[in-house]
């Protein structure tokens, strides 16, 4: 920044320099001229007072190297020429000076002499026997005087560039001074009260340590998520670990009293009964936790949410499929609500959550209970008069593993990631999720897309 500013004044000084030596050079050439046709008009006065008294050809003594004399006849004839022998001469009443003279007195022009070969100054005056008498001056004088003055221009230029280059240095060192100081005290509440410091760019420290706070607060905040990530991953892992381990221990505990021969034959029936319901359980441990990596890992970017769901379909389809679980323990199931409810989404996610739901309900729903299945155009509710959630639970339940009655969660298998599933998959839908519950009354877990 700080370069920039010094090469702009530098620029800012040039141009200036030139423009000024420019036009300086344009004022004094008119100023020149100027001067040069106030001496012709003065030197031919002096001359014309001369001429009544001097015969013609004493006008010799009056040119000089710069001056040149022609005296010229009402006809436009020669009479005199101070440069040429007048008998060579053209007639001259054509020309503008000597026209403006005959006409009004005097006249003057400047334009280029075939005769000197060079743009001359003319000033023509009429003489009191009729003739005009006119002077020249080569232009060549003005000339010279400006090259003249040439050198001190150039000496002039130079000096002012190198005067502007110092300034550029010494403003654009005192105009970085307050900002560097600003950076360096950013965070100082006194800093905006410093005299030094330019008051426009207050509002714009006022807006960097706004942002700098949020910031922080956003810094904070991931930081505060990774480490609940990372706790959630270590504690998912330990459930992990121990909702398998139990099956595991079971299926070889009865796999080793098969092979030992310490159950007797009357038995084997049973324990294959038990190691055939706990790999049950821990396929069932397995394929939850996949579907919660499916979900996790990808996300929505490969997950197709524009099939057409008809979510009366599916949860139909869900309570066939649980019919018999419900059966078991003499719960009644229903499907309620609005058979017209299609929504753009995931049809086996969709399938899933609805599932989760129910499954979930008729797990913690006692013998003899129902279970409501609500479908309205954009969403599906589940119903049951089980065993409610206390409220230091509610926010919990959604997580992995995550039980409310844990001996109760493993008398009707359940393995913990229910929930956790319908919670990721809504998430994936940018669906909202309402829970109502009261303990020994029943609970009502609504999805709306």
């Known amino acids: 920044m700080q370069v920039r500013i010094r090469m702009s004044l530098i620029y800012v000084g040039v141009l200036a ?25 003065q030197n031919a006065h002096l001359i014309e007072a001369a001429y009544n008294q001097t015969p013609t050809k004493e006008l010799k003594k009056f040119t000089t190297d710069s001056l040149r004399i022609t005296l010229i ?20 009443l054509r020309r503008p000076e000597v026209i403006s003279a005959f006409e009004t007195g005097s006249g003057k022009g400047m334009r280029h002499s075939v005769t000197l070969d060079a743009n001359i100054y003319y000033y023509a005056l009429k003489l009191s026997d009729g003739n005009i008498l006119r002077l020249g001056m080569r232009q060549a ?39 560097k100081k600003l950076s360096e005290k950013l965070d100082d509440a006194e800093i905006l009260d410093d005299d030094c410091l330019y008051k426009e760019i207050a509002p714009f420290v006022k807006t960097i340590r706004n942002k ?15 480490q609940k990530t ?14 398998l381990k139990t099956p595991l221990t079971t299926i070889s505990g009865y796999a080793e009293m098969l092979e030992t021969g310490i159950a007797k034959p009357e038995d084997t029936v049973r324990f294959a009964g038990k190691i055939h319901s706990e790999a ?7 394929n939850d936790i996949m579907t919660l990596s499916k979900l996790d890992k990808p996300g929505e970017r490969t997950i197709n949410l524009n099939e057409s769901v008809d979510l009366w379909s599916v949860a139909d389809n869900c309570i066939s499929v649980l019919a018999l679980n419900a059966n078991k323990k003499n719960i009644m199931l229903s499907l309620q609500g609005d058979a017209d409810s299609e929504i753009k989404g995931n049809g086996n996610l969709i399938f899933e959550l609805i599932y989760n739901l ?50 109760h969660s493993r008398e009707t ?5 229910g929930l956790a599933i319908v919670k990721h998959v809504a998430e994936v839908h940018h669906a909202k999720i309402e829970m109502k519950s009261i303990v020994g009354v029943g609970t009502e877990i609504k999805v709306e897309f």
């Open 413 to 417: 298998g359940g393995t913990g990631l």
């Open 17 to 41: 320099t030139i423009f000024a030596v420019y036009f300086s050079v344009q004022v004094f050439e008119e100023t020149m001229e100027e001067q040069l046709q106030n001496s012709l008009r």
């Open 280 to 286: 049950k359980r821990m396929l069932s441990i397995t």
């Open 358 to 407: 129910v499954d979930n309900a008729i797990r913690y729903t006692n013998e003899n209970g129902k279970v409501d299945v609500i479908v309205s155009k954009n969403s599906v509710s589940v119903m049951d008069n089980g065993i409610g959630i206390p409220d230091d639970c509610k926010n919990r339940v959604f997580e992995r593993f995550f039980r409310v009655d844990k001996s």
């Open 141 to 179: 004088n003005i000339q010279q005087a400006i090259s003249r003055t040439t050198p001190y221009l150039l000496g002039l230029i130079g000096v002012i560039i190198v005067v502007s280059i110092l300034i550029a240095v010494g403003l654009s060192r005192a105009f970085v001074r307050p900002i």
């Open 230 to 243: 990372a706790r959630l991953k270590d504690e998912f892992t330990a459930n992990a670990a121990h909702e």
């Open 73 to 92: 006849s009402k006809e436009g004839n020669v009479l005199f020429e101070s440069d040429r022998e007048s008998s060579k001469m053209e007639n001259h």
């Open 212 to 226: 700098n706070r949020e910031l922080a607060i956003t810094i904070e905040k991931l930081h505060d998520e990774e």
